[in-house]
């Protein structure tokens, strides 16, 4: 397959950290390194399978940008198993993946299965479907796959609000609790 000068996936759109405090976290980012705004999403859920189980895992998320990539910070809420926690249920902590936004989920997961990548987790809600892959015999670091109505535009938007953003307003929370 040919592949671009930006990769067989595009470029990179997302690098996703996984904390312990998302809010002290999301403060950090903006007092070190003047990232934001920050759009925080409280009480995500995301039903799908985890190594082969089927799985409901919550978390907080937060997302800002540094140039043209999403800064992602996911704290697990909740003890399900999920790539958010070790084989012992405790916490993982620090870079945990990069991704790309793809149109097609199942072709891009196809195409990664093809080049010996295997799925580690799929799920979605109704506003996003990932996919969370791994190599094997490369630890510590999983590459994603994300889709979603309105993805593109969304980071698109995000791109541009930090490119003027002010210092003003640094977070706009949504919470998704029922």
Not at 24 to 41: D, H, L, R
Not at 126 to 143: C, D, K, R, S
């Amino acid at each position: 397959m040919a592949q671009d000068a930006a990769g067989r996936y595009g470029t990179v759109d997302q690098i996703g950290y996984l904390v312990e405090n998302l809010d002290a976290s999301v403060q950090s980012w903006i007092n070190g390194f003047g990232v934001g705004p920050w759009t925080v999403f409280r009480n995500v859920t995301l039903e799908g399978w985890y190594c082969g189980q089927p799985t409901s895992v919550t978390i907080d998320v937060a997302l800002s940008y540094q140039g043209d990539i999403q800064i992602e910070l996911i704290q697990a809420t909740n003890a399900a198993p999920s790539p958010y926690r070790n084989d012992a249920g405790a916490a993982i902590l620090g870079v945990h993946h990069i991704a790309w936004v793809v149109d097609d989920l199942d072709a891009a997961v196809a195409r990664a299965e093809a080049g010996g990548m295997t799925v580690a987790f799929r799920a979605g809600n109704p506003a996003t479907q990932v996919a969370y892959m791994m190599v094997p015999g490369q630890p510590g670091i999983l590459f994603e796959f994300i889709h979603g109505e309105g993805m593109r535009a969304m980071i698109d938007a995000g791109i541009a609000a930090a490119r003027v953003w002010d210092g003003r307003d640094p977070v706009q929370v949504i919470d998704f609790t029922a």
